[in-house]
């Protein structure tokens, strides 16, 4: 079974450009999260989308926005960036059966990201 | 505002010892709850999960979990160097969110 696949794995952007970061999830997880992970703050999250609904959100400006495609791979953007947003985004899939059980996440490879 | 607490670390322990790390919870209706290791610069991998009061075991690793004091931690025993990493607390509350803490560094001494 695949697991989750985040492409690129590496991006270099300037300050002011916008980026858009891919998530494939594992094959029928219908749950997408997606962290901001900085070694001064941790683990942040950012948002989750299931069934193509956005589900929960974390405090992020609104230049940090997502989406889900019907086959549950899901898109992140953002716009305007700035030097704070460099940092290591990774995406987490899980099964979420609605029920509390399954929502065990999957952590991709991340994408890492540089802002200059 | 449902919170996931870890110590940030670093927790150094000598190669061979136990390692003992702790997480506390605030929502008392959580329901699952996971343990993750991340290496530096890799992506976070789960190691543990529980779901019921008291210890599961599975290897080197032990799981507690205690709901009424909302207290769940990990033991790693016989540490070794490559159990060097940042462990990740997480947890379900009644829904279908995971919360996670920030990590706690864990350093094993050779």
């Known amino acids: 079974k695949a697991g989750v696949t985040q492409t690129p794995r590496y991006l270099i952007k300037t300050r002011g450009q916008q980026v858009t970061l891919s998530c494939s999830p594992i094959s029928g997880h219908r749950s997408v999260s997606w962290y901001q992970q900085t070694p001064g703050q941790g683990l942040q999250f950012l948002f989750e989308y299931f069934s193509e609904t956005q589900r929960n959100k974390g405090n992020f400006p609104g230049r940090f926005s997502g989406r889900q495609f019907s086959n549950s791979r899901s898109e992140m953007n953002v716009s305007t960036l700035e030097l704070g947003d460099s940092a290591l985004y990774l995406c987490a899939s899980s099964l979420s059966t609605g029920t509390g059980s399954g929502t065990e996440a999957f952590f991709g490879q991340g994408t890492r990201l540089t802002v200059v | 505002q449902k919170e996931v607490e870890q110590n940030s670390g670093p927790l150094s322990v000598p190669e061979g010892a136990i390692a003992s790390l702790n997480c506390t919870y605030s929502?008392?209706?959580?329901?699952?709850f996971f343990w993750y290791r991340q290496y530096s610069g890799k992506s976070p991998e789960l190691i543990m999960f529980i779901y019921s009061n008291g210890d599961k075991e599975d290897g080197r690793f032990t799981a507690q979990l205690n709901k009424a004091s909302q207290y769940v931690s990990l033991l790693i025993r016989d540490s070794q160097p490559s159990d060097s990493a940042t462990y990740l607390c997480a947890v379900t509350p009644r829904d279908d969110k995971i919360i996670f803490g920030k990590g706690t560094r864990l350093h094993i001494l050779p």
């Open positions: 929502d008392r209706g959580s329901q699952s």
